[in-house]
């Protein structure tokens, strides 16, 4: 079993910057796939930003240039640097770890960005 925990949440104004993390731990074997996601309200859950286990990164074309997606693999964390929000990336942020076959999803936190 993996556990899948996401924090940095919060209310931040437009231009403004947020840093998630999220931490992963459990059963990980092997090269894993680390993905943000988020919900807006109303909305499908959408792709955000993937970072392969050997540090490929892929982004949504909404996203390119204003976020960054890293890990740590020393302690299985991943983080996502948003700067220059805006109040539509206001969603439900959720980090997914894929390993073996399965993807293991966080609860989810808030990021709320007022105009």
């Known amino acids: 079993q993996v556990q899948v925990v996401e924090s940095g949440g919060g209310l931040v104004q437009a231009g403004g910057s947020l840093r998630l993390s999220c931490a992963a731990s459990?059963?990980?074997?092997?090269?894993?796939?680390m993905d943000w996601y988020r919900q807006a309200p109303g909305l499908q859950r959408a792709f955000v930003a993937r970072i392969l286990a050997g540090g490929t990164t892929n982004y949504a074309d909404s996203v390119k240039g204003r976020f960054t997606i890293s890990r740590d693999t020393t302690t299985s964390t991943v983080y996502l640097q948003m700067n220059s929000l805006k109040p539509e990336d206001t969603a439900v942020y959720y980090c997914?770890?894929?390993?073996?076959?399965?993807?293991?999803w966080g609860q989810g936190t808030q990021v709320t960005v007022s105009s």
């Open positions: 459990g059963s990980i074997f092997g090269p894993n796939i």
């Open positions: 997914s770890v894929s390993t073996g076959g399965v993807r293991y």
